[in-house]
T-cell receptor, first 114, second 115 residues
Framework: DQQVKQNSPSLSVQEGRISILNCDYT??????FLWYKKYPAEGPTFLIS?????DKNEDGRFTVFLNKSAKHLSLHIVPSQPGDSAVYFC?????????????FGKGTKLTVNP | NAGVMQNPRHLVRRRGQEARLRCSPM?????VYWYRQLPEEGLKFMVY????????ESGMPKERFSAEFPKEGPSILRIQQVVRGDSAAYFC?????????????FGPGTRLTVT
């Protein structure tokens, strides 16, 4: 049973345009969400996060939007750059009630074409 | 570089052998998480340890897998009698505080290949 779903395995965009990566979750206990970026043969690196008390968090070119009623979040990258080409993982965790552990989606491979 | 270190980066084992994966957390971190990533999958939580304690092992397979994080030295993920299905990338992550998975930092991973 997949609690965090990234339904698009891949996405291709032109340099300078917007990249939108989507993520859906099913567990109502999740109240903290993170996006990680991963290059081949490396570990995931943290990109941006959002708490369920917010609906938007912005950091430079990266913005994460959270729609709690739809159990949906998205990552916007504007403008996209070739160096953004990587696999992006959405992750979620409950922060109440004990042991936090991240639940990851399967990832979306983003390719930014020059 | 004081990041999370994992070794070996690549490990090849024959079926039935043992695999030992090591993880040295970031300086000052006393909490370690282990994850497994199967091909075309996301990372899946395996176990969460504090020094000398297993906090949560709900993601660990019941047989052949064990983990420890001794008072001194790295955390070890041990897989006995490996099978082909164990071939995966194994990542560890460390954090400074208990139950702060949201603040964990990942190592580069160990890629285990079982032949």
């Amino acid at each position: 049973d997949q609690q965090v779903k990234q339904n698009s395995p891949s996405l291709s965009v032109q340099e300078g345009r917007i990249s939108i990566l989507n993520c859906d979750y099913t567990n109502s206990m999740f109240d903290y969400f993170l996006w990680y970026k991963k290059y081949p043969a490396e570990g995931p690196t943290f990109l941006i996060s959002i708490s369920s008390i917010k609906d938007k968090n912005e950091d430079g070119r990266f913005t994460v939007f959270l729609n709690k009623s739809a159990k949906h979040l998205s990552l916007h990258i504007v403008p996209s750059q070739p160096g953004d080409s990587a696999v992006y993982f959405c992750a979620a965790t409950p922060t109440q009630g004990g042991s936090e552990k991240l639940v990851f989606g399967k990832g979306t491979k983003l390719t930014v074409n020059p | 570089n004081a990041g999370v270190m994992q070794n070996p980066r690549h490990l090849v084992r024959r079926r039935g052998q043992e695999a030992r994966l090591r993880c040295s957390p970031m300086k000052g971190h006393s909490h370690v998480y282990w994850y497994r990533q199967l091909p075309e999958e996301g990372l899946k939580f395996m176990v969460y340890l504090q020094k000398e304690n297993i906090i949560d092992e709900s993601g660990m397979p019941k047989e052949r897998f064990s983990a420890e994080f001794p008072k001194e030295g790295p955390s070890i993920l041990r897989i006995q009698q490996v099978v082909r299905g164990d071939s995966a990338a194994y990542f560890c992550a460390s954090s400074q505080y208990r139950d702060r998975a949201r603040e964990q930092y990942f190592g580069p991973g160990t890629r285990l290949t079982v032949t």
